[in-house]
């Protein structure tokens, strides 16, 4: 667990973006096409979580983009060279494109001031989208990373950054995944390894922390 100085040094809101991944009504929300997901996602806080998170850094002045995945309604350009792919075809929830499926789910409201990023294929929220371009033409140098899954979409967020050179901030409870004792042990025994773990309060109160004054 980082010190509260130590995560405060990394979440200086002029170089910190706050990522949430596909934190969307079709995947988190009442009606998702995966509801043990979508169930972990609430009753763990995860999602209520995550919305204190995007509006702290509103408040903060700390940048938030929002990931999305999405699939245009003829599956043109979705891959299906893996099992989860040819799966997703056939749940009775489809995100596809323009519809309530791909917004962002409450309780997180979304700001003028964000970016919402959407991907037609692939796991990852930043591999082959224009997140690590928007990330690097804003100045970051600190990820954090929050939303779902902590089987597939988290992961590749947290090494995609981390291979691209960002310091990476994994809220411990805002990531959800299924099953419920799943997301800890990739935590303990994965995401630690390669990135700083902390808690939402953590990391509330790194953003409130006055920022020491670097000396040249």
Excluded: W
Aim: charged share 20%.
């Amino acid at each position: 667990m980082p010190s509260y100085a130590e995560l405060s040094d990394l979440l200086d809101p002029a170089t910190t973006v706050v990522l949430t991944v596909e934190c969307q009504q079709g995947v988190v929300g009442p009606d998702s096409a995966l509801p043990e997901l979508a169930e972990q996602a609430r009753s763990s806080g995860a999602l209520a979580n995550v919305a204190r998170l995007v509006a702290a850094a509103h408040e903060s002045g700390v940048q938030v983009i929002h990931a999305i995945a999405e699939r245009r309604p003829d599956g043109r350009g979705a891959g299906r060279n893996a099992r989860l792919f040819r799966a997703a075809e056939r749940l009775p929830v489809q995100q596809l494109s323009g519809t309530a499926a791909v917004r962002v789910a409450a309780p997180i409201e979304v700001a003028e001031e964000d970016f919402v990023v959407r991907r037609l294929h692939g796991l990852s929220p930043i591999q082959g989208t224009d997140v690590d371009a928007l990330l690097r033409n804003l100045g970051c140098r600190t990820l954090i990373v929050t939303g779902v899954s902590a089987n597939v979409a988290i992961p590749n967020a947290v090494f995609d950054a981390v291979n691209r050179g960002y310091v990476v901030v994994v809220p411990r409870d805002a990531i959800a995944g299924a099953p419920s004792d799943y997301t800890p042990a990739m935590i303990r025994h994965t995401l630690a390894l390669v990135a700083t773990v902390a808690t939402t309060d953590e990391v509330l109160d790194g953003f409130k922390r006055p920022r020491r004054v670097r000396r040249g």
